[in-house]
């Protein structure tokens, strides 16, 4: 059973950057394997897909994080990050790795994952 970790959440003024990552903690999972997304959800809103990575280097990013995120994989390390810079007060939420059992990502949507880490909390203030 897969179970994905996230980490690298915290506080950070705007305009500053952060790092998340998220690893199968049980090492059944070869993430280079499979999609892997990012997802967030701020309080009061619907989960909203960040990123998303196929397991031959496709990616696709929400039109509000084109040029300031960047999903990409540690193979070595077995690991998925998502590099956040330019960081604005709406990018304010808990930020969820996600593994889909397939090796392509058709949607930036929730509904195509099947495996959901706990969420790490990113939080954009002056």
């Known amino acids: 059973q897969v179970q994905l970790v996230e980490s690298g959440g915290g506080s950070v003024q705007p305009g500053g950057s952060l790092t998340l990552s998220c690893t199968d903690s049980r090492y059944t999972f070869t993430l280079r394997n499979y999609c892997m997304g990012w997802f967030r959800q701020a309080p009061g809103k619907e989960r909203e897909g960040v990123a998303v990575?196929?397991?031959?280097?496709?990616?696709a990013y929400a039109d509000s994080m084109k040029g300031r995120f960047t999903i990409s994989q540690d193979n070595a390390k077995n690991t998925l990050n998502l590099q956040m810079n330019n960081l604005k007060p709406e990018d304010t939420a808990m930020y969820y790795c996600?593994?889909?059992?397939?090796?392509?990502?058709?949607?930036?949507?929730?509904?195509?994952?099947?495996?959901w880490g706990q969420g790490t909390q990113v939080t954009v203030s002056s």
């Open positions: 990575l196929d397991s031959i280097g496709n990616s």
């Open positions: 996600a593994a889909r059992a397939y090796w392509d990502c058709p949607l930036l949507s929730p509904s195509v994952f099947n495996y």
